[in-house]
């Protein structure tokens, strides 16, 4: 939830033409990221939780790659775009970890 607040902090600084552009798409993609974490985590079952976290990870790299559209167009400076950019690779990596945790819950013991 820290990094979808800090990006639609961020894009209040997008230039007013681009409200229903870029500042529309990051603000939804960054919110998107928390909402499918939470949606998949209110689903029964390990299966609709990792095809939610799934989702959440694609909404994650479109926050990604809006960022860095908008850092070149000028919209942001450097140093928030990196410090956003940043906390999307934590976000990134607590997903991955959580995803592979519950792949292995889901997966048959071995009991050979």
């Known amino acids: 939830m820290d990094l979808a607040v800090e990006c639609c902090t961020a894009a209040r600084t997008f230039p007013l033409d681009e409200r229903y552009g870029l500042t529309a ?3 939804r993609s960054a919110v998107s990221v928390p909402s499918n974490i939470a949606e998949g985590r209110g689903r029964m079952g390990v299966r609709g939780f990792l095809s939610h976290l799934s989702i959440a990870k694609g909404s994650l790299t479109e ?17 928030t775009a990196d410090a956003l950019l940043r906390r999307a690779t934590q976000v990134s990596c607590l997903l991955a970890g959580l995803i592979r945790a519950l792949k292995a819950k889901q997966a048959p013991a071995n009991t050979g």
Do not use: N, P
Not at 63 to 79: F, H, N, P, S
């Open 63 to 79: 926050v990604e790659t809006q960022l860095l559209i908008a850092k070149r167009l000028g919209y942001i400076d450097g140093e």
């Open 25 to 27: 798409q990051v603000k």
